[in-house]
């Protein structure tokens, strides 16, 4: 554990000297922070392609192995389409998901506000269905002499997942994104526990770097994706966004 935290603030102090980074799609597809949705939308015109490996095989799911893979778009104004494939290092039980976020032209309380849902499955035995509805509000809260800039995220994440039954939950999670310079993201997230489906609160936490003006790479460590797990793992993966916006 301590070598993936050296690890990952290792990358931190590297990372000095970068460009400018694009949206960046979460691991579970939605553009956002480590794991869960921001108010961010990719702009119109533009497409992620992005690709991580994460460390699950040592985890309490008996997982071995994954590779997140997600696509997404900006197909309209304020709005965002995105499939996701969670490759299972053990050849079976891939889930598949397709996702969508909307957002919307007002605001409350200074925060941007944008409303989204996901839908996920996989072949398994019994088979496993998640389906989330989430309002995120994410709110720019300045620069500090131009060092660096910050934002804050607040929501709300409805989640039912069937397999052999039904469990549903209603989570709340905050989360931040501290760009330095312009050159280099430091992005957290913490989500309320639910005894129903989680072994921990959910958290992940990631370091972005853009290392051209289309490709970023990005390092983390999480608990998740969907729900908390009593063991964090290691992710590390890049993100190619294709077009410009506009």
């Not at 922070?33 to 961010?40: D, I, Q, R, T």
């Not at 965002?80 to 919307?104: F, M, P, R, S």
């Not at 605001?107 to 989330?132: E, K, V």
């Not at 989640?159 to 501290?178: H, N, P, S």
Request: include cysteine; hydrophobic fraction near 40%; glycine fraction near 12%.
């Amino acid at each position: 554990m301590c070598m993936r935290i050296l690890l990952i603030l290792g990358l931190f102090v590297i990372f000095l000297v970068a460009m400018p980074a694009y949206t960046y799609p979460a691991l579970t597809g939605p553009t956002g922070l480590v794991n869960l949705p921001s108010a961010e939308v990719v702009p119109v015109g533009q497409c992620n392609v992005a690709a991580d490996f994460a460390q699950t095989e040592n985890n309490v799911r008996e997982m071995k192995n994954s590779y997140p893979v997600r696509l997404q778009g900006g197909v309209w104004e304020n709005l965002e389409v995105g499939a996701c494939i969670n490759i299972n290092g053990a050849g079976d039980q891939h889930l598949w998901n397709a996702n969508g976020k909307y957002a919307t032209p007002f605001g409350i309380a200074g925060l941007d506000l944008a409303i989204g849902a996901l839908y996920q499955s996989a072949d398994t035995n019994p088979f496993l269905r998640i389906t989330q509805v989430y309002v995120a509000g994410t709110r720019d809260l300045g620069c500090a002499r131009r060092r660096f800039a910050l934002k804050g995220t607040l929501g709300a994440n409805w989640t039912q997942v069937e397999i052999g039954g039904k469990i549903t939950v209603l989570r709340a999670y905050a989360g931040f994104d501290v760009d330095l310079n312009r050159k280099i993201a430091l992005v957290g997230e913490y989500q309320s526990k639910d005894a129903k489906l989680d072994e921990e609160s959910l958290w992940g936490t990631a370091v972005r770097y853009p290392l051209t003006h289309t490709l970023t790479g990005e390092v983390g460590y999480t608990n998740g994706p969907i729900s908390g797990a009593k063991k964090a793992n290691v992710f590390l993966g890049v993100n190619y966004a294709y077009g410009t916006g506009k």
